[in-house]
């Protein structure tokens, strides 16, 4: 009897399509750069839910480093199951290795996933450049010299 179970667990498991019914692939269209960088994703295996189950799909994904979360982003996946969207790598980043997880979600009231996605490896490159937070003052600056040469040269007419 033990030996009939194990030949059918066997023959289930090597089934093409049903040992790895539980993960799937995703891309990125990037592996590295600095905070801040937006990251375009989109799912390669479908996000559907199972026959029988009621839900609206989703896909939750995480940039991390260690046990840090540095973004977090859901996107709601399309009848068919497919997913897209970008994800930015967040200010608490810092310089060095990161991985980009996903996992297909039945509802946000389901407990666990559908399906784990294949993690993409990513480096954080640094901080990124600073953004510029002063205003255009050229125009400024050049009139400026204009009046003070004006007034200069107005006590000598």
């Known amino acids: 009897m033990g030996f009939a179970v194990t030949a059918v667990l066997v023959a289930v498991l090597t089934w093409p399509g049903v040992a790895d019914a539980q993960s799937g692939t995703f891309n990125a269209s990037a592996t590295s750069g600095p905070v801040g960088t937006a990251i375009s994703l989109h799912s390669v ?3 559907v839910l199972p026959s029988g189950v009621t839900g609206a799909p989703f896909a939750t994904v995480t940039l991390t480093q260690g046990s840090s979360v ?3 982003e859901d996107f709601t996946a399309s009848a068919s ?5 970008s994800i930015r790598v967040g ?3 810092v310089a060095g290795p990161a991985t980009i997880e996903a996992f297909c979600i039945a509802s946000p009231q389901a407990e666990g996933s559908l399906l784990t996605y294949e993690q993409i490896s ?10 510029f937070t ?3 003052v050229g125009w ?5 010299i204009m009046l003070l040469g004006a007034g200069f040269l ?4």
Do not use: K
């Open 70 to 72: 540095v973004s977090r």
């Open 154 to 157: 107005l006590p000598r007419i």
């Open 122 to 131: 990513f480096t954080v490159t640094g901080q990124g450049a600073l953004a």
């Open 91 to 93: 200010p608490s980043a």
């Open 81 to 85: 199951g497919a997913w897209s969207g």
């Open 140 to 144: 400024l600056v050049l009139t400026g």
């Open 45 to 47: 295996t479908p996000c």
């Open 134 to 136: 002063g205003a255009p």
